[in-house]
């Protein structure tokens, strides 16, 4: 009971730590950066921040310059709610911050590109400046930008409302722009005009905020006097000439509203409403998910009502593996079952909790996993805990330092279960002994594989039980190497090397005919007592990854025998891991069996490509070989993976705002389309317990509201317990459609 105590209090105590360091790091910063791509900072002091360092809200500091490449841009948020859109190809520079290190002016450099200021009126006095190649602007409240290309003689101010005082600093002539006007330094009579096509285009293409609101800024422009007049009613409006979120022009008014919600509350209305289908039954639903986001911290609440008939009716409340979820400990007698449940139900309400990114100095994340990779991923690949979201749901956690020379990484499957019943749980440590040449271990351990496989009183399958089969464990180590050789923006070539095998451990003896497996660790499964060879059971990879230009790319050569396979721990791995455990009793009984002795080889290819804000697509395809005594080499044999992802982004087509992804995952590819049966004599299909497939639609009705419809494959399982539900030969997993169509409601 003590050592249970403690390590509740240990789990108690992550959490808290978790949330603790989110509030301490929200500081106040002047200047934030809200959304950005293909973005980097050079520092005052001459040290440069990379996109992978940079998350939403990120401060920057005063004297950075903000550098976007081709097809990037970064949105700025200030402390007095002005916004600034910075375009592609563009150096931007703060200079000054009012109230930051004394600073008594907001002052801006544009070295070259574009960009868009919507800014916050203030008391009567000229508070920004933005200087470009031989100009100034002076600036009151007003929505304004500036290109600057001097190879092509533009260095040119416009404005979209409000007025600007614009001064050539080489003549010291000033203009006062106003709404719909421009000027160019360049030009040969310096004077204002009507803001050109070239401009306009421009404006519409690059300089629309795509997650920053000009209309709130301009809102609250009222009691400046910057307002324009409804000529019929007098009353103030806004009036935006610039550009929508979508880069459209609107060229409309509208008029000002009264209080709007606050941000912090807008991030805390989050609410689903729908139906989902889990198995041969249909629920309705009612999810809150509240937000939170300070810094590198951000996290989001999970609190569903899944119900049939009647929302009031608890009994008729959907409970994951039979657990009722809201009860936190009030169903349970025992003491320890008390505190279990109520850690369970108490977790199972986090979404996600993260602070940081991995390779940060230190990072953490709860909840959803759906990409999860360790290494290269010999051992652990796109492991994903939610593949049977939301019918199961598990809250994994991924924590881990990163310091210059050496760093950690610790994971598991599921926090809720940690204590009473843990199944994937291990890390990797590595360190950089010489240069930029990284060295890694890994041990990953599933202390459960046979969990899904029925109880000893099951009457509706005919597999054994895992304590028929003596309780197996996975013990996963390996060893990978990886050394950077060309690492720029148009071309990255990585090289590495890995090398894994898997230990099973049996907690008990085996029962009927498993009756000759020991409990213990097996070690003559790795290093044969009889055979000639060294090891058995092993695999090793080699081969490069990185991107050439747009596209990322991996190539490598896999090499693995007996029962060995990589990516073990994959997309699918929770929906078969008690095929791998039948598989692994099966060999401990029978290891000199010529159906182990077989080697297999296979070439994995992998590509990627995302166009700016439209789609992304990425494939990849081990290609399979084995060579066995018994058969000798047969091509397209073995244990294949594939893997393809589509995802469309939002406001890409016209008209109707339609988003989505599918992503399709499963090994056996080739078997299945060959009609060829699986190891263990099943038949297999397009959708069964080798595949992973999980998608969603998105309808975008208007800025609140999305329709959506979800879509994904599990095993099947009784609502009442969560045990595994089986086809009729009492083999076979049953597969069942998850589906739903909800409403989301956010602001």
Same mark, same amino acid.
């Given at each position: ?104 002016? *907001? ?108 209309? =709130?800024?301009?809102? $609250? ?7 324009? $007049?409804? =000529? ?29 919600? #606050?941000?912090?509350? =807008? &991030? ?82 986090? $979404? ?70 843990? %199944?994937?749980?291990?890390? %990797? ?32 399958? *005919? ?28 071309? %990255? ?11 099973? /451990? ?29 090891? %058995? ?38 929906? $078969?891991?008690?095929? /791998? ?9 029978? #290891? ?20 700016? =804000? ?75 317990? /080798?595949?992973?497939? &999980? ?23 009784? #609502? ?28």
């Amino acid at each position: 009971m003590e050592t249970h105590n403690k390590l509740l209090l240990l789990l108690l105590f992550i959490c808290a730590l978790g949330f603790t360091m989110g509030l301490l790091y929200a500081e106040e910063s002047p200047v934030l950066l809200i959304d950005f791509y293909n973005v980097d900072i050079r520092l005052s002091d001459g040290g440069e921040v990379f996109e992978d360092e940079l998350y939403e809200g990120y401060p920057v500091q005063v004297g950075s310059t903000i550098r976007t490449l081709e097809g990037g841009y970064a949105e700025l948020e200030l402390y007095d709610s002005t916004i600034i859109k910075i375009d592609e190809k563009t150096a931007f520079k703060i200079d000054e911050i009012m109230s930051a290190a004394a600073g008594d002016k *907001n002052i801006f450099t544009l070295a070259t590109g574009k960009f868009r200021a919507v800014v916050a009126s203030v008391s009567g006095e000229d508070n920004y400046r933005f200087n470009g190649y031989s100009s100034v602007c002076g600036v009151r409240g007003t929505d304004l930008g500036m290109v600057v290309d001097s190879l092509n003689n533009v260095d040119a101010c416009f404005v979209l409302d409000g007025a600007v005082d614009y001064t050539n600093t080489a003549t010291g002539k000033v203009l006062q722009l106003t709404k719909d006007n421009m000027a160019n330094t360049f030009d040969s009579v310096f004077e204002q005009k009507v803001i050109s096509p070239e401009i306009r285009d421009t404006i519409k293409k690059g300089l629309g905020f795509r997650k920053l609101d000009p209309g =709130k800024v301009k809102s $609250k422009s009222k009691e400046s006097g910057l307002l324009d $007049k409804d =000529k019929e009613t007098g009353k103030d409006v806004v009036t935006d000439t610039g550009t929508t979120d979508t880069g459209e022009e609107t060229g409309t008014g509208k008029e000002t509203q009264g209080a709007e919600i #606050p941000d912090w509350l =807008k &991030n805390l209305i989050g609410l689903e409403i729908g139906s989902v289908v889990i198995g041969d039954e249909t629920y309705a639903k009612a999810i809150l998910q509240p937000t939170i986001a300070l810094g590198p911290f951000k996290t989001a609440l999970y609190l569903p009502i899944i119900y049939q008939e009647n929302i009031f009716d608890t009994d008729m409340w959907y409970k994951p593996k039979g657990n009722n979820e809201w009860s936190f400990g009030t169903d349970q007698e025992e003491v320890f079952d008390i505190a279990k449940d109520f850690v369970s139900d108490l977790v199972l309400k986090i $979404k996600y909790l993260q602070w940081g990114e991995q390779r940060d100095k230190f990072w953490i994340k709860l909840g959803n996993m759906s990409d999860f990779t360790i290494g290269h991923g010999l051992i652990m690949r796109n492991y994903a805990n939610d593949s049977e979201f939301p019918a199961i749901r598990r809250l994994g956690l991924n924590l881990g330092m990163d310091f210059e020379k050496a760093g950690f990484e610790f994971i598991t499957n599921d926090l809720s279960e940690i204590v009473a019943s843990p %199944r994937i749980i291990g890390g %990797r440590g590595f360190f950089r002994p010489f240069g930029s040449m990284a060295i890694g271990v890994s041990l990953i351990a599933d202390l459960n594989p046979g969990a899904d496989l029925p109880d000893e009183e099951s009457e509706e399958s *005919n597999l054994p039980s895992a304590e028929d089969i003596g309780n197996p464990m996975f013990f996963n180590l390996g060893i990978d190497l990886d050394q950077p050789i060309i690492e720029n923006d148009a071309l %990255r070539m990585i090289l590495f090397a890995d090398i894994a095998a898997m230990l099973p /451990y049996f907690a008990s003896d085996g029962r009927g005919i498993y009756e000759d497996i020991t409990a213990g660790a097996h070690f003559e499964a790795i290093f044969p007592e009889e055979d000639d060879s060294f090891l %058995r059971n092993y695999g090793a990879m080699a081969g490069m990854f990185g991107n050439i230009l747009f596209i990322d790319y991996e190539l490598d050569f896999r090499f693995f025998t007996g029962t060995f396979r990589p990516q073990f721990f994959d997309t699918g791995y929770d929906a $078969k891991s008690s095929n /791998y455990a039948l598989e692994t009793a099966q060999y401990i009984m029978d #290891p000199e069996n010529e159906k182990w002795d077989s080697t297999t080889m296979g070439i994995y290819m992998q590509g990627g490509y995302t166009l700016d =804000k439209i789609f992304s697509i990425e494939l990849g395809y081990m290609l399979p070989m084995t060579i066995s005594d018994l058969d000798g080499f047969e091509f397209l044999d073995g244990e294949d993976t594939f893997h393809a992802k589509l995802s469309l982004f939002s406001e890409v087509i016209p008209v109707v705002d339609i988003s989505g992804s599918i992503s399709y995952s499963r090994t056996y590819f080739y078997r299945m389309l060959a009609g060829k049966l699986s190891p263990t004599n099943k038949m297999l299909d397009w959708f069964d317990e /080798y595949t992973s497939l &999980n998608g969603e639609i998105v309808y975008a009705i208007n800025d609140y509201f999305d329709l959506a419809g979800i879509f994904s494959t599990a095993v099947a399982r009784d #609502p009442e317990t969560g045990d595994v539900l089986y086809e009729d030969d009492g083999i076979t997993m049953k597969i069942v459609y998850s589906m739903g169509i909800e409403t989301r409601i956010h602001y």
